[in-house]
């Protein structure tokens, strides 16, 4: 909070806590998505050590997403909505498949997205981004590493999806298993 008023900080940076800090340490990148371009590589420097992750979905502190954090904000915003305490992924969790209808809400809350019946933790989104990215080369069509959806236990419909959220497409030939990067289009 003291951080989000402290003019030592450029008012960029004071935004993107304050809207951290109403997300109880989660928002949508959308959310801040016209200050995102006036962040210097200092201030995304002082962000990353004070443990801000900007995502290419979601911008998040990091340590809120352990268990007994996220536990914390699902019971503060059920509070908060006047609604009854939902339930919490399992600790250590970071794919939850078939989710109840229950548990997926729980879960939103907790810093996992859906994507169609399995829903990922938003680090493990990322994660997988990051590597996504280390893969392609420029412009040019890839094929996503088979290995890179078994660690993190996702399904081809899943790892699909997510690479679609994350800005890729896929190629038009028909049975083609390669992607291209075209961006992301954030909603502002």
């Known amino acids: 909070e003291?951080?989000?008023q402290s003019p030592e900080r450029p008012l960029v940076v004071r935004a993107i806590l304050a809207a951290l800090s109403?997300?109880?340490?989660?928002c949508e990148r959308a959310y801040v998505a016209t200050a995102l371009p006036s962040l210097t590589p200092q201030d995304r420097n002082w962000l990353r050590q004070a443990g801000v992750t900007i995502g290419p979905l979601d911008i998040v502190m990091d340590a809120l997403l352990k268990p007994q954090p996220a536990t914390l904000r699902i019971a503060l915003?059920?509070?908060?909505?006047?609604?009854?305490m939902l339930p919490v992924p399992m600790a250590g969790l970071g794919l939850l498949d078939k989710p109840t209808p229950e548990l997926a809400e729980g879960a939103r809350m907790a810093g996992y997205r859906s994507f169609g019946d399995q829903m990922l933790r938003i680090d493990l989104l990322n994660r997988l981004?990051?590597?996504l990215h280390r893969q392609r080369a420029g412009n040019a069509p890839f094929l996503p590493d088979a290995a890179l959806s078994n660690r993190l236990g996702i399904g081809k419909a899943t790892l699909e999806r997510a690479?679609?959220?994350?800005g890729f497409r896929p190629m038009s030939s028909a049975g083609s298993d390669h992607w291209k990067w075209h961006g992301l289009q954030h909603k502002r």
């Open 2 to 4: 003291r951080t989000t």
């Open 163 to 166: 690479l679609r959220a994350l």
């Open 77 to 84: 915003l059920c509070v908060a909505r006047g609604r009854v």
């Open 129 to 131: 981004s990051v590597e």
């Open 22 to 26: 109403e997300g109880l340490g989660l």
